[in-house]
């Protein structure tokens, strides 16, 4: 029997509000979407357990084989294609019985001054109603993983199944339910159901083993299953049972709706029971769906439908650009390490379709790679990262007027053991904190930079910025701008302690993912904890706090502010013999940055050709330092541009040159331009030192004059 696809609600005498839960989201609705899709995709990498990764790679060590991809893709839908996105949901049907049970709640239930009690949300769903059957455009977004193992499990998890993320993202609430990928909470599908002006994610996936998953064969693809999150709504005119339940689910109605034991329920337009469950194979549904985008590939297809115009200042028109935009700026912004670690590849697309399936109007598509270099805000991140991913040490550990990278290598955090519930926390944990001290103010200025810059950015394991915290960090000094990282969990190694608090960090986030000090209420460190049965752990504000992060953030001050306190007790000294204080003397620029180690005597850098200026550069050689001590040189043997002989660089309109003499290891850079320049060069140098010992992976330092004149 053809069992029938339809949308269906249960009746319940009381339910809980999951559509409350997007208040969680709500207030920067497109980061919170990106930071809980990437790590919903990055936690369910195909191949290898989570916890073997957590074991064995952090971002500096990530094997390739496990990269996820995802693909945001905009659709602007309308005319035919809008029409038959709207059938093959069973819009006009079933999802319009349930629509008006709530449609009349809203109109009809009265505060205790007699006014209408939702009048907010009567107004925003007639708007969405009008817009779904008028003539205007809707917009979806698919969201698209690969190398992922999809929404594996059956609709209805038995007890101890460890696989059951469709159940998980489509079914439970706040309740927790331990799962590899999908988050701690259960409430990732309120970022997304919080985006649709419907409440509405749907979605598809295929899984390695689909048989595990309740599918009709072993070769069954595309898995489809669907949500809307509304208010629970009260429906006086039914005897029992009154509330249509806040979830309704888009599927095929299961063996029980037709069941002698429950004949009503495949008759009944509102049964008490949602009997609905995924479905599988329906290969035309899915393209009038338009969410036929992970093709043979295992993986997960998220879609929002009807994206919410979510910027009161933003035409309806313009939605398709604004948040592709948006998308790609929060991607740069919170996904940069996953990306440059190469966990991670996200795409974006966008396009516009009135007739025909996606891939018909594939020729009309807009693709764009995103590429995190592109971004000023976090180029020094990038380059703190870069400085970390490579073998050269070029990080000081004291600070320094004339420095630019420092390590603070002295935090002493305080995590908790399992049995460490009610007392502070009993393991030694040092996490590195690394910065980038600018040229000068200048980001601290600008509207754009200045909320990123003398800030720490926090990054867990995954390759995600929790937040680039600013408040506990930048404390009284503004004589400097700086942007700082500092790695927890597993981001930078993977000792027994940063397991551990690789779990304890991750559970003390809240639901959105943006804070770690966080109250019992809004934290899950009681699936972390032994507790006793009928205790609460007390491991909220400010024991994570006061344990954890206020360590670092003192630890990064007191770095920045010794030097400065060293120079004012001297200037009060000389003061007080009458001296008088000159002027200190500007600090020079270093027009050469490293960039990479390419290989043991491969290392490139950049020369950043300034305008206006001719720069000149005299190479001498690497000084090798062990644990502060000197051990010898190397010398360059070569420079070179690109392949393995040098060529000399000139721009197009001629008014940028690098050019090196023939018999020395000098360049000389001469940019006439408007726009700053940079441009690689590598230095290669001898196998082994001056003492004859062979060099594998030295800590280098290298040794250059540079001259520098206006022209």
Known sequence: MQREIKWQAARKDEDYNQKGDEKLFSSDPIKSLVKESAQNSLDAVSGIEKQEIIKKYNLFNFQQDYKVCITYEIIELSGEAKERWKESIDYQNSYKNLQKILLKYLKEELNEGNDLLYKNELNQLKETIKLLEGDKPIVLLNITDTNTTGLNGLDFP???????????LHKTNRTNISVDGGGSWGLGKNSYSNLSTLGMFLTCTNVKEPLNAGAPNKNSKYRIYGTTLNSPAKNYDWSENQILASTWSFGKLSDLAYDDNNSQDANLEYPNVNRTESFW??????????????????????????????????QDSDLVDVLAQEIEDNCNLYLWPAILSGRLE?????????HGTRKENKETAEQKLINPYEDEIVKPYIEIFNSNLNEVKVFETAYSEEGSLFQVNDIECHLPKTSDWK?????LYSPNLYLKIHDDTHDLENEKLKKYRNALALVRSVGIIIRYEQDQVQASRSDICFSGIVYLGTSESNT?????????????????????ANNPSENKLNTYFDIPEGEEHKWGVRRINSNILKPIYSSLKNFLFHRKKSDNKRNEYLESLDQIKLPPEPKEKNYLKFNKRISTNSIEFIVVAEKGKQ??????DFEIVDRGEKGGVLSITNITRTGERWTNYY??????????????????????????????????????????IPISNPNLNLNFNQSVRSI
């Open 158 to 168: 038995k007890k101890g199944d460890k696989d059951r993320k469709h159940n998980k």
């Open 281 to 314: 194979d329906e290969i035309e549904r899915a393209e009038n769906m338009f969410i036929d985008c992970i093709k043979d590939s295992t993986g997960t297809t998220v879609q929002i439908p009807v994206i919410k115009n979510y910027k009161s200042d933003m």
């Open 346 to 354: 996200v795409n974006i697309i966008k396009n516009k379709i009135s």
């Open 423 to 427: 007392s502070s926390g009993s393991v």
């Open 496 to 516: 027994d302690t940063d397991i551990i608090a690789e779990s304890v960090i991750r559970l003390s986030e809240n639901p959105s993912h943006n804070r770690i």
């Open 615 to 620: 720069i000149e550069l005299e190479f001498e």
């Open 651 to 692: 721009s197009q309109n001629n008014k940028i040159s690098m050019e090196k003499s023939p018999q020395e290891n000098k360049l000389k850079i001469i940019n006439k331009d408007k726009n700053i320049k940079n441009l690689k060069i590598v230095l290669h140098t001898k196998d082994t030192s001056n003492t004859g």
